[in-house]
């Protein structure tokens, strides 16, 4: 069992910037990957970036104004969001692929976050 809680979302005009975490709890031996998503009204769920141990993946909407960052002692991700378009109007899921046994790896998905940005 394993729980994403994530914060941070808000109200930011464009050209402005918000940072979201994420935090993981629960029985958790190891996390391979932790990631953000988002969905705006209307639109399919899109991965937005997503962190390894070593390696970082963004989409091509937000690279170069979108960080993501990982605090692996405290099971947390991030994700630095600057030069805000009102296109990145969405609801901000995080989620992480995460070993709980030795056997069993599963992606766990938190509530979500809403971030809104106005022109």
């Known amino acids: 069992q394993v729980q994403l809680v994530e914060s941070g979302g808000g109200l930011v005009q464009s050209g402005g910037s918000l940072r979201l975490s994420c935090a993981a709890s629960g029985s958790i031996l190891d996390i391979y990957s932790m990631g953000w998503y988002r969905q705006a009204p209307g639109k399919q769920r899109e991965l937005v970036a997503r962190?390894?141990?070593?390696?970082?993946d963004y989409a091509d909407s937000v690279k170069g104004r979108f960080t993501i960052s990982r605090d692996n002692a405290k099971n947390t991700v991030y994700l630095q969001m600057n030069n805000l378009k009102p296109e990145d109007t969405a609801v901000y899921y995080c989620n992480a692929f995460v070993r709980t046994t030795a056997r069993v790896t599963t992606n766990y998905w938190g509530q979500g976050t809403q971030v809104t940005v106005s022109s």
């Open positions: 962190i390894t141990r070593g390696s970082t």
